[in-house]
């Protein structure tokens, strides 16, 4: 789940898991979970208003991580499904998002559809191939491996599912 997951940004996790009890009154459907997570992507609060902004806007449906990171840090591949909130730079929750589709592949398997859906910039492949390139880069010197583009990414894409007016 991190594009920087929380950093300098501490959420406030009870205010999400109220939001998540109000999706879930709305939606009974949805099964009970202790384990929703309640996050913040970015690590400083500029960039977790950036990112919570395109996603609430809708301009962001997906998100792409190292499967390195994962494993460094010994946080499991976000499951299909799944539901969790998403805070903003003050840490304060904003959406309900859902898992909805998940794909491991190679760096260099990117292809423009799923950098359109990542929101960011210019919304290009190459702005995406640019900047996850230089940020995987950093993130590899940080975890001890040498970056290739062959390194298996988690590519993801989710819906935005809670409050109402921003569903998809």
Do not use: N
């Not at 950093?7 to 459907?29: I, Q, W």
């Not at 499904?81 to 903003?88: K, N, P």
């Not at 292809?111 to 950093?138: C, K, P, V």
Request: aromatic share 10%; glycine share 10%.
């Amino acid at each position: 789940m991190s594009e920087g997951s929380g950093g300098s940004v501490t959420v406030d996790r009870a205010a999400g898991l109220r939001m998540f009890d109000e999706f879930r009154a709305a939606h009974p459907e949805v099964p009970r979970r202790d384990d929703v997570e309640v996050v913040c992507w970015g690590d400083e609060p500029a960039y977790a208003d950036e990112i919570a902004g395109l996603i609430t806007t809708g301009a962001k449906r997906a998100t792409a991580t190292l499967a390195a990171g994962y494993l460094a840090y010994g946080e499991p591949f976000p499951p299909l499904g799944a539901h969790w909130v998403l805070c903003d730079g003050a840490g304060s929750p904003r959406a309900v998002l859902r898992t909805t589709q998940l794909r491991l592949g190679p760096f260099h398997s990117v292809d423009e559809h799923f950098a359109r859906a990542e929101g960011e910039g210019d919304r290009t492949l190459q702005t995406w191939l640019d900047g996850h390139r230089a940020a995987y880069q950093r993130q590899c010197a940080r975890i001890g491996i040498e970056f290739s583009e062959d390194l298996e990414v988690c590519f993801e894409r989710f819906t935005c599912v809670w409050p109402p007016e921003l569903a998809d």
